[in-house]
């Protein structure tokens, strides 16, 4: 017996593989810190929970129209005033999580051949469903002396009449970058000129440091031509719940659904009345957790700075450093995977090596701060001495 070969173009996250690891550990009893996943430990929010439970109370346990129910779909459109996006209801679909949705729009978009340019570093997923898609990665880089930006000129240089696609995820999983707002605009003309589909993974927009809140789509034209995929995993502590959407051209909307209803039939309907909640409710929530989450930052990224060997930039969104750790590979003749997993298997560390999202992340680590600050000044320690006692018997 085999399987169909079209699963051979799939690739994986090293985060669950990496996770999967460190419960192995614990299960030997020993206490992992966690810095490999890409959750907040905040809990969901309790007036959120309370939503879904009267919810599930009031019988709203049966399928939902495919798309989402009128009200989420609708509160979604609103709440994307708040990036300056003009959006309708009928330019939502919503999905048990971002990556559904993700999935979703490479399979409507992509044809066969087609090119399609992705980040590298990255998010894993995303060549990953291009692949499938039958379509082409082109990676383009970061620059990581402007905030771990999009290289607009590096993209520039990889269109070819075989490009369809423009992969931007902003803030960055996984160096928390963000983008100028004249790349932004640059990134829309470059798209408009070829013809290029924008798919703007915006899972992260929420969580920022700099005040701002963006969208490539909410430029002038871009509406038409960008799909964007957001959720209510990262800014609502919801990740357990499975929620996401799309926001699209109402055409695409269409089939869209008919893929949707081919798939998924639809999403959890008490699930998305507590989504309808965390929308239409205080945003307080949101905003302390980007306060704790801006708390723990600067406590990484001070951490990290103080070990010898290793650069930290402070990143503008997302839970993610991306700390340069070539200083300590130098030294130590080490690669940045066997780094990252020694830092596991002996002092109990779980993090992510750089190249886990593509080969330009030689040299670094991925670093979530999403957990709790105790941990996270445990896990430094942890780090310190470790890469302090390698170095010595380097
Ligand atoms: N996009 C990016 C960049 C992510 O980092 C993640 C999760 O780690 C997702 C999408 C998936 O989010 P969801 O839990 O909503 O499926």
Redesign the pocket.
């Known amino acids: 017996m085999r399987t169909a070969t079209r699963l051979d173009a799939l690739g994986t996250e090293d985060a669950y593989v990496v996770l999967d690891r460190a419960k192995q550990l614990e299960a030997q009893g020993h206490r992992v810190l966690h810095l490999e996943i ?1 959750e907040p430990e905040m809990a969901t929010p309790p007036h959120v929970v309370e939503a879904g439970i009267r919810a599930l109370r009031e019988g709203r346990t049966r399928y939902a129209v495919a798309p989402g129910v009128p009200e989420l779909r609708d509160a979604i459109a609103q709440s994307l005033r708040a990036r300056g996006v003009r959006a309708a209801a009928e330019n939502v679909i919503v999905t048990p ?3 559904p949705m ?1 999935f979703s729009a490479a399979l409507a978009l992509i044809e066969p051949g087609d090119e399609v340019l992705c980040p590298d570093p990255g ?1 894993p997923i995303y060549a990953s469903v291009v692949r499938f898609a039958g379509g082409r990665p082109v990676y383009y880089p970061l620059d990581e002396a402007r905030a771990f930006g999009p290289a607009v000129d590096a993209i520039a240089a990889r269109v070819t009449p075989r490009t369809r696609v423009l992969v931007l ?1 902003l803030p960055h ?1 996984p160096t928390g970058g963000v983008a100028s707002p004249e790349d932004l605009e640059r990134l829309a003309a470059l798209a408009e000129r070829h013809d290029l589909w924008i798919l703007s ?1 915006e ?1 992260y927009g929420q969580l920022r440091y700099d005040g701002r809140c963006d969208s490539i789509a909410a430029l002038p034209g871009m509406s038409e031509r960008t799909v964007i995929v957001d ?1 209510f ?1 990262k800014t609502y502590s919801m ?1 357990g719940w499975r929620l ?1 959407y799309g926001v699209m051209p109402a055409w695409l909307a269409e089939p869209m659904t008919t893929f949707v209803i081919n798939n998924l039939s639809c999403t959890a309907t008490f699930v998305q009345y507590a989504g309808l909640a965390a929308l239409t409710g205080s945003q307080d929530c949101v905003h302390q957790m980007v306060a704790a989450l801006r708390t723990r930052r600067d406590l990484v990224v001070r951490g990290l700075n103080a070990i010898d060997g290793v650069r930290c930039a402070t990143p503008a969104g997302a839970f993610y450093t991306f700390p340069d750790v070539s200083g300590v590979l130098d030294r130590t003749g080490v690669t940045c995977e066997a780094l990252a997993d020694r830092l596991l298997g002996e002092a109990h560390t779980a993090l992510l090596a750089g190249t886990a999202f593509g080969p330009e992340g030689a040299g670094h680590l991925r670093v979530s701060y999403a957990g709790g600050a105790h941990d996270l000044e445990l896990a430094l320690e942890r780090i310190g001495r470790w890469v302090g006692r390698l170095a010595a018997v380097a």
Do not use: E, P, Q, R
């Open positions: 890409g999580g971002a990556k993700l998010f995820n999983n993974d899972v959720g995993s990740t996401g």
